[in-house]
């Protein structure tokens, strides 16, 4: 018996040796990190994954990466000639703009060394050149500024939301903004999915004046057409907030809150068709692939 005991044993401890052999010889992947962007402490802001890629991956890879991340994006760096190629992807789509994973690449350029501190952080997008510069403890990004017009609201919109008090509602073929007269009834807001799937464009922005002293306007931002039902904190939801706050409250700059339960803030500038978002990031979580990229 004690013999037979000890060749199991030997044979358990030959195989998690060969287990561990194996992860290690996977182990040479694709680095990743985790960072909570718009806010300056872990937990809170909204988590983006980062993939920093010697050259460009094919579409199905990345899609396939951001859909086991689960975040709401996962955004793919790869060095170029006068900066970097970024892509960005929800777990059901890619998406042609957004700020909180920016904010997180530009986090991880500075912090890996691909940048020095001193140098701007130059993105070529779907949506242009974006770019990103670190100003004291915030980065400073540089997006499209999005206007709105007023508009009547499709039923499907007015069920989704809900018994809400709502002060305007404009649309720009891609979001809806919808203004509530009360700060209160949008923290509470509790929208239904379903019919919001039903509503054409990609997503929802909710706004009010603030209920806190220190913050101008809060918001929210439901997107469940690009498999986000609600975003933590949401750069391009911003794009169009700062414009439209701006020409309501006449103030250069402005501080944002996005009231989602995890919560995050920026500070926001309009400037004819460009805002700057001005906001920190926090690494939380560095790791591994260990499957080969697959190379477009």
């Given at each position: 018996m004690l013999l037979f005991a000890g060749s199991g044993s030997q044979s358990r401890s030959r195989a998690i040796v060969d287990n561990n052999m194996d992860i290690q010889s996977m182990a040479m992947g694709?680095?990743?990190?985790?960072?909570?962007?718009?806010?300056?402490?872990?937990f809170s802001g909204n988590p983006a994954a980062v993939c920093i890629l010697e050259r460009a991956a094919s579409d199905r890879w990345m899609q396939q990466v951001a859909a086991e991340m689960n975040l709401s994006e996962t955004a793919f760096v790869v060095p170029q000639a006068d900066g970097f190629g970024l892509r960005w992807f929800t777990p059901a789509v890619e998406v042609n703009l957004c700020g909180h994973a920016t904010l997180a690449s530009a986090r991880m350029l500075w912090t890996d060394g691909y940048?020095?501190?001193?140098?701007?952080?130059?993105?070529?997008?779907?949506?242009?050149?974006?770019?990103?510069?670190?100003?004291?403890?915030?980065?400073?990004?540089?997006?499209?500024?999005?206007?709105?017009?007023?508009?009547?609201?499709p039923p499907t919109l007015l069920k989704a939301l809900g018994d809400?008090?709502?002060?305007?509602?404009?649309?720009?073929?891609?979001?809806?903004?919808?203004?509530?007269a009360e700060a209160a009834q949008l923290r509470a807001l509790a929208p239904d999915f379903t019919r919001m799937r039903e509503v054409p464009g990609e997503g929802v922005i909710v706004?009010?004046?603030s209920d806190m002293?220190?913050?101008?306007?809060?918001?929210?931002?439901?997107?469940?057409?690009?498999?986000?039902?609600?975003?933590?904190?949401?750069?391009?939801?911003?794009?169009?907030?700062?414009?439209?706050?701006?020409?309501?409250?006449s103030?250069?700059?402005?501080?944002?809150?996005?009231?989602?339960t995890r919560g995050g803030w920026m500070r926001v500038r309009s400037d004819g068709d460009r805002v700057t978002l001005l906001g920190q990031a926090v690494i939380v979580m560095r790791g591994e692939l260990l499957h080969p990229v697959e190379f477009a």
């Open positions: 694709q680095s990743f990190s985790q960072v909570d962007a718009f806010s300056d402490r872990p940048l020095d501190r001193d140098r701007q952080a130059r993105f070529h997008t779907r949506s242009g050149v974006l770019t990103a510069n670190l100003q004291g403890d915030d980065i400073a990004l540089n997006f499209p500024a999005m206007t709105v017009n007023p508009t009547t609201p809400v008090e709502i002060a305007s509602i404009n649309y720009d073929e891609h979001n809806f903004l919808v203004e509530l706004t009010s004046l002293d220190e913050y101008d306007f809060i918001s929210r931002y439901f997107a469940p057409n690009v498999g986000i039902p609600e975003d933590p904190v949401t750069g391009i939801a911003h794009c169009y907030l700062a414009p439209y706050w701006q020409a309501k409250l103030k250069p700059e402005l501080l944002a809150y996005q009231a989602s």
